[in-house]
């Protein structure tokens, strides 16, 4: 959660591509079926070279509804003894499910209508399979001075966090984040909305329980002086989870006399106290960068290059 895309709804595609550690791609369906015998054989081969892949599918094939349902879902496997593809999605209560669909039922599932592509939900998302593998990225961790160079890139990146570059028209950096989220709870308010979509809150959740793991882990290392662990439980991580228990707690009551106001005061909470301890952080990771100028000395050009700029 380091950015936050700001077309309410539309998580799925940009935090895909977004992510430096995916290789994301795409092909149109009509050249999958113009060089394959069928969208099974594309996806198992896509499988065998370690490559998951997402597709639009329509699940009442294999559900059993009544109506059409078309939705996305991340295949991650398949077993041809029993013929059958490994997915995962959402169901209709929101959360996540791991699902096996037959072969026979896959093929007719991913036979999705061309007008189905650009409305709704999938409104100019492109026609196509997409597929993605998560990056080894071994050459960024070997140990010696390109390790130890993370450090800075670490400090750089959490001032940013703090400070983000001016916004962008389609999305907003760290901090800014909450600022965004409190637009959108404080809409679904004012609009009266039956539901409001919760992935925006439980990603910032995500991202507050990895940075306490990366805290522990900085002190542990010796690159803080001190432990900010427990603090950033307490005061950041402890709230968001009271922010989001509220919002879900919200969605179950569908949103009658929608809490935005009390929503958007914890998130403000959660902003002012995450930036206090990333404050002082920052201050002992430049601290700590100071104190051993000759083993960082190529991250100390570049800032004082960027400086100067």
């Given at each position: ?69 078309y939705h996305n879902a991340l295949l991650w496997g398949y077993d041809d003894a029993a013929g059958k593809i490994h997915a995962a999605d959402n169901n209709t209560i929101g959360k996540f499910v791991f699902e096996e669909i037959c072969y026979g039922d ?204």
């Amino acid at each position: 959660m380091d950015f936050y895309y700001q077309y309410y709804g539309d998580f799925n595609f940009y935090e895909m591509k977004a992510n430096p550690w995916l290789k994301f791609m795409s092909i149109p369906d009509e050249m999958v079926k113009s060089r394959w015998d069928s969208r099974l054989d594309f996806v198992r081969e896509c499988i065998e070279n370690d490559y998951y892949v997402y597709i639009m599918l329509d699940r009442s094939i294999y559900r059993g509804y009544k109506e059409p349902d078309y939705h996305n879902a991340l295949l991650w496997g398949y077993d041809d003894a029993a013929g059958k593809i490994h997915a995962a999605d959402n169901n209709t209560i929101g959360k996540f499910v791991f699902e096996e669909i037959c072969y026979g039922d896959f093929e007719k599932a991913a036979d999705i209508p061309i007008t189905e592509l650009g409305i709704g939900d999938h409104m100019g998302r492109p026609d196509g399979i997409y597929f993605f593998s998560v990056m080894a990225g071994r050459n960024k961790h070997v140990a010696g001075t390109n390790h130890m160079m993370q450090i800075g890139k670490l400090q750089h990146d959490l001032a940013q966090y703090l400070n983000p570059p001016q916004t962008l028209a389609d999305y907003v950096f760290g901090i800014d984040c909450y600022e965004e989220l409190k637009k959108y709870y404080l809409h679904v308010a004012e609009n009266r909305y039956g539901h409001c979509d919760r992935r925006g809150l439980c990603s910032l959740l995500d991202h507050k329980i990895l940075m306490t793991r990366r805290l522990e882990y900085l002190f542990r290392k010796g690159y803080l002086a001190h432990d900010y662990k427990n603090l950033y439980y307490e005061k950041v991580e402890k709230r968001c989870l009271a922010a989001r228990n509220l919002l879900m707690k919200e969605n179950v009551k569908e949103c009658k006399d929608f809490q935005g106001k009390k929503l958007c005061m914890l998130l403000d909470g959660v902003k002012e106290e995450e930036m206090g301890i990333l404050s002082k952080v920052n201050g002992e990771l430049k601290g700590y960068l100071d104190a051993h100028m000759d083993e960082y000395r190529e991250y100390h050009m570049e800032r004082d290059n960027d400086s100067y700029d």
